[in-house]
């Protein structure tokens, strides 16, 4: 396991077609965009799963091709927020647990659940919901032991380099911004995510890492982060880290071009380096 306080920056999904030619290098094959993409970025969160559940062979294909201390995070099924919409869905996420993340052996990182924004608090089914979610490996084994036919496959079931399992939950309704809420959450370790964004400018921590989906920054005539924005959020993330937090932290949708840069750019003001950021030597 990471020594506790690690930062982690990236993205949301690696495949997006205009960066081939910015991010990733003119002629580079798209089979290989994930590595090179891990290269240069610590984290990424899985988007795939949110549209229907993967099988354990992409999981581990996934986690094969990025280098050792690499972390994936893997997002929710639509199913789950969007569907069911958080009510009566033990089976749905059985099927999503035993589906095959934990073939990402010591790569898999936290879940992150995104509720729909017209979805509003409702405090009995956001409770059962909660208190689904497995905080540990073991609850983890006893909820996905409960899928049933509707999976796809065998069911994956194998904690092989899985020490720690985590959530984190981004709630996009106002009627979320309540004191109760964050103690339930923090009750259960469970991250409040923070968007930085001018509805969610807040960047309070409920769990003990820290989960940012930024989207900001949260000004009014804003049209993406400038050095500035990444050298204060490299204060926060590095005072968070001293306190002995893990951070995961992704630029996502709002300025997508620049969001692999913005990811390379924040860790290095947090004084991150990867082998990637070395100068190529080359022969004279």
């Known amino acids: 396991m990471a020594t506790k306080g690690t930062i982690r920056t990236g993205t949301a999904g690696w495949v997006y077609e205009p960066w081939r030619g910015t991010f990733f290098p003119t002629g580079l094959v798209q089979k290989k965009e994930l590595a090179y993409a891990s290269s240069h970025l610590s984290t990424i969160e899985i988007n795939a799963t949110f549209r229907a559940n993967q099988k354990p062979e992409s999981f581990a294909k996934w986690a094969g091709e ?77 909820l996905a032991r409960q899928s049933d036919e509707r999976l796809k496959s065998a069911p994956f079931l194998d904690l092989s380099g899985v020490a720690e399992i985590r959530h984190a939950i981004e709630m996009r309704h106002p009627s979320f911004a309540i004191p109760e809420l964050r103690a339930q959450l923090a009750a259960r370790n469970i991250a409040l995510v923070i968007s930085d964004t001018l509805e969610q400018p807040g960047r309070e921590l409920t769990a003990d890492f820290a989960y940012c989906r930024l989207q900001g920054p949260p000004r009014p005539d804003a049209t993406g982060y400038t050095p500035e924005d990444i050298t204060d959020w490299g204060k926060t993330v590095t005072d968070w880290a001293a306190a002995g937090r893990d951070v995961f932290a992704y630029f996502v949708h709002e300025d997508k071009l620049h969001a692999p840069a913005n990811a390379i750019a924040l860790r290095q003001a947090a004084g991150v380096t990867l082998p990637a950021d070395e100068p190529t030597i080359t022969s004279l």
């Not at 690499?70 to 009510?87: A, D, E, N, W, Y």
């Not at 729909?116 to 409770?127: G, K, R, T």
Request: charged content about 15%; overall charge neutral.
């Open 66 to 142: 990025a280098p050792d201390g690499f972390v994936f995070s893997v997002k929710g099924p639509q199913l789950v927020t969007h569907i069911k919409r958080l009510k009566n869905c033990t089976v749905e996420l059985a099927n999503f647990f035993a589906s095959g993340p934990l073939a990402m052996g010591p790569k898999l990182g936290p879940f992150i659940w995104q509720l729909p924004p017209n979805l509003a608090y409702d405090p009995a089914s956001f409770s059962a919901f909660v208190d689904l979610l497995p905080t540990n490996p073991d609850a983890y084994l006893a």
